[in-house]
């Protein structure tokens, strides 16, 4: 897991701010999603993407975007319309195809604060 | 889609007592099931995992079983060590879809 690098550590957001996290991994993995951790809530599924320039939504997409221009690399960008973004965000990856592993494996994570 | 419920949300148990998470899902074409651990403020790590051809495996002092006709597994943790606190994730997915659904968490509390 130490492939996977995720920065800031600690972002902090004023109001009506767009902010974006960064993900990179070079562990080679096809797929890369982003999650949402909120005290007693469990990991929720923001986007995923399986192959670059192709992205899907998960199960609370609302006011986040995405991006996959290159396998390596899969920013979320927490926009304005995310009314309550204050969470610890990570950042996972995984291979995908044929008797592949699909385990995935975690960034250290991202705590957002709101000003 | 699927649904994975996880019991209970909190654990405390003494050094060296055994611990159990349990989880339930709804989809009986999910055949793949990860633990993970998650120390505080740290990424989730992967633990142990089984798959839905396997009705058991262990890994020192982890081990999770599969009950797939009532579509619930389990993990197990024997003469628990204060340094195995931690919120513990349980997760399904189906095979080819690389999309696992967790559940809420446990969060194992060890006295010394």
């Known amino acids: 897991d130490g492939g996977i690098t995720q920065s800031p550590k600690y972002l902090f957001r004023k109001e009506g701010q767009n902010v974006t996290l960064s993900c990179e991994q070079n562990?080679?993995?096809?797929?890369m999603y982003w999650y949402r951790q909120d005290p007693g809530q469990g990991l929720r599924l923001i986007y995923y993407?399986?192959?670059?320039?192709?992205?899907q939504k998960g199960d609370i997409a609302e006011g986040y975007s995405v991006s996959r221009e290159k396998k390596e690399s899969f920013p979320l960008t927490v926009t304005s319309a995310q009314k309550n973004p204050t969470a610890f965000y990570l950042c996972?990856?995984?291979?995908?195809?044929?008797?592949?592993?699909?385990?995935?494996?975690f960034g250290p994570g991202t705590r957002l604060l709101v000003l | 889609g699927e649904n994975v419920e996880q019991h209970p949300s909190t654990l405390s148990v003494q050094e060296g007592d055994s611990a159990v998470i349990k989880c339930t899902y709804s989809?009986?074409?999910?055949?793949?099931f990860p633990w993970y651990k998650q120390e505080l403020g740290k990424r989730p790590q992967l633990i142990i995992d089984?798959?839905?051809?396997?009705g058991e495996k262990k890994d020192q002092r982890i081990a999770v079983t599969l009950n797939k006709t009532a579509k619930h597994f389990s993990l197990h943790i024997t003469e628990t060590q204060p340094e195995d606190s931690a919120v513990y994730f349980c997760?399904?997915?189906?095979?080819?879809?690389?999309?696992?659904?967790f559940g809420r968490g446990t969060s194992l509390i060890v006295h010394p």
């Open positions: 996972a990856s995984s291979m995908l195809g044929r008797g592949a592993e699909e385990t995935q494996y």
């Open positions: 562990l080679n993995h096809d797929a």
């Open positions: 993407s399986q192959i670059v320039n192709d992205f």
């Open positions: 989809d009986s074409a999910s055949n793949y």
């Open positions: 089984i798959r839905s051809n396997v």
């Open positions: 997760a399904a997915s189906k095979g080819g879809s690389y999309i696992p659904t």
